[in-house]
Nanobody, 119 residues
Framework: QVQLMESGGGLVQAGGSLRLSCKAS????????MGWYRQAPGNERDLVAE???????TYADSVKGRFTISRDNGENTVYLQMNSLKREDTAVYYC?????????????WGQGTQVTVSS
């Protein structure tokens, strides 16, 4: 079982920056894709960005050019640098990890971290 520990959320003014971190620990043979999702009240949980173990990235159109996802494979950690934040970025941000163990693939989710952008 893999645990994901997120950090870095908080309150920031519009135009500001935050950096989220998510570290995976537990029984991991190999970490595959890691990513960030977000969910605002009344909305579904949507993909923000994800990164494969080879470094290929995917971004939601709404964050392209403002957010950057990166990872440290040695530390099983994924980061999300968020710049030029907007009020509409306010949401709970969740880390997700796709990993392999004993020949099987699993998904694990973090507990979520609140990001609030004020005007």
């Amino acid at each position: 079982q893999v645990q994901l520990m997120e950090s870095g959320g908080g309150l920031v003014q519009a135009g500001g920056s935050l950096r989220l971190s998510c570290k995976a620990s537990g029984s991991i043979f190999s970490m595959n894709t890691m990513g960030w999702y977000r969910q605002a009240p009344g909305n579904e949980r949507d993909l923000v960005a994800e990164i494969t173990n080879g470094g290929s990235t995917t971004y939601a159109d709404s964050v392209k050019g403002r957010f950057t996802i990166s990872r440290d494979n040695g530390e099983n950690t994924v980061y999300l640098q968020m710049n030029s934040l907007k009020r509409e970025d306010t949401a709970v941000y969740y880390c997700k990890a796709d990993y392999s163990y004993n020949g099987y693939r699993y998904d694990s989710w973090g507990q979520g971290t609140q990001v609030t952008v004020s005007s």
